[in-house]
């Protein structure tokens, strides 16, 4: 069974770096064709992609954010951490990470329950 | 930046067909996935590269992807899809979703 669970803080004051953890089960961060995704959602608002990595390790990030965001993981751990720099209020949301499987395209087949991240002093 | 237009909302009585159209340039040189998000629950995926099911998905949902639009159907549409729906696609390596369309079923 896999499940996919966000970890970190609830409230960043404004400036702080956020750092959020996703635990994977049912499955190995070193399986082929398959990445973690980390996409947010301010509320009341559509889905937002921010960044994924792979098994072999190939990251991307959202070009509106690139400066902002980091990505690693820790095969070991099965875990996933994602660092976003220089909060700002706008940054509130509920972060989700998702399995990101490939067959011949990319999709996001497990998602997390998410986790609300409050940007505020 | 590559951009996804989905209508603000549809609304579709029981048992009758929604369509839920997704806009993009030349969108039909990409494979698009639907995810159907129930209020305050995580997003659930429901087609991906254009038209497959996963497993668990109701046969109701399709999917069709051509020229500049992607369209999400369902057929005999039940209360219970009541939800926002988003497409996505990849521009390049780079995820983007939808705006995102609320189903309502009256």
């Known amino acids: 069974q896999v499940t996919l669970k966000e970890s970190g803080p609830v409230l960043v004051k404004p400036t702080e770096t956020l750092t959020l953890a996703c635990t994977v089960s049912?499955?190995?961060?070193?399986?082929?064709?398959?990445?973690v995704s980390w996409i947010r959602q301010p509320p009341g608002k559509a889905l937002e992609w921010l960044a994924h990595?792979?098994?072999?390790?190939?990251?991307s990030y959202s070009a509106s954010l690139k400066s902002r965001v980091t990505i690693s993981k820790d095969t070991s751990k099965s875990q996933v951490v994602l660092t976003l720099t220089n909060m700002d209020p706008a940054d509130t949301a509920t972060y989700y990470c998702?399995?990101?499987?490939?067959?011949?395209?990319?999709?996001?087949?497990?998602w997390g329950q998410g986790t609300l991240v409050t940007v505020s002093s | 930046s590559y951009d996804l237009t989905q209508p603000p909302s549809v609304s579709v009585s029981p048992g009758q067909t929604a369509s839920i159209t997704c806009s993009g340039d030349?969108?039909?040189?990409?494979?698009v996935c639907w995810y159907q998000q129930k209020a305050g629950q995580s997003p659930v995926l429901i087609i991906y590269?254009?038209?497959k099911r996963p497993s668990g998905i109701p046969e109701r949902f399709s999917g069709s992807n051509s020229g500049n639009t992607a369209t999400l159907t369902i057929s005999g549409t039940q209360a219970l899809d009541e939800a926002d729906y988003y497409c996505?696609?990849?521009?390049?390596?780079?995820?983007?979703f939808g705006t995102g369309t609320k189903v309502t079923v009256l």
């Open positions: 998702a399995r990101t499987s490939e067959v011949i395209s990319r999709f996001f087949d497990y």
């Open positions: 049912g499955y190995s961060l070193s399986n082929r064709r398959m990445g």
């Open positions: 990595i792979f098994s072999n390790d190939e990251k």
């Open positions: 030349q969108l039909g040189d990409k494979f």
């Open positions: 590269e254009d038209t």
């Open positions: 996505q696609a990849w521009d390049g390596s780079t995820g983007v």
